[in-house]
């Protein structure tokens, strides 16, 4: 799905037939500075995702110059690993997440009751890879891409979780920061978001930007008063911090 010049959308089924729900991956095609993939979907869908990009942006996963990832999470660097070694693409993620991407750590929320409740897990973790990053993206870093990408630390959800925001078409990547249902816009699964104190304090910073699109890893793609739902979405999140 094309959401601005030269940014697609791919969602990608989370189990068979979609039943599961969808992963947001975002391509952004950039003929001088090389095409960049935006997260890595769960392990395994390297095919998904090789398919996804030639539908979408007519390029084949070897044509990736880079992947950036907005935090450490299972369903987000799963096929990482993969697309790299098909790629060589270079591998972008915050400091603070990339020793679980490493696989120097323990991915954050994979404990024994996670585990417990849902077994499914068990197997992704098991064929998950570690993947080195090559570079640490800090807040306020620019990327000179489709004109210009500017990161913004948005931690909570996990501590190196970043956003990315697209100056010219005025278009935020909020990977979990922020998710949505058939347009609406909400803040992050607090089931999944071990800081939601800080969380909704990422909220209220991603709020700051004007921003014509969001894009949510877990919920799609929001473009009906992007910048009044999320408004309403600070709100929300910071009475539910309770204050
Ligand atoms: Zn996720």
Redesign the pocket.
Known sequence: MKIAEDIYVLPIPRGSQGADGF?NLTLILDDDNGNTLIDAGLPGQEEAIGGALGDAGGIGVRDLRRIIFTHQ?L??IGSGAALVRQSGARVLAHPADTPYIEGELRPLKVTPEMLEQRPQMREALERLEPIDVDEYLEDGARLELAGGIRVIFTPGHTPGHLSLYLERPKVLIA??ALTAEGGRLNGPNPS?TPDVGEAARSVSRLAELDVETIVC??GGVVDEDANGQLRRVVQETSRGRGD
């Open positions: 992963l999470d369903d987000h990977g979990d999944a890893y877990h």
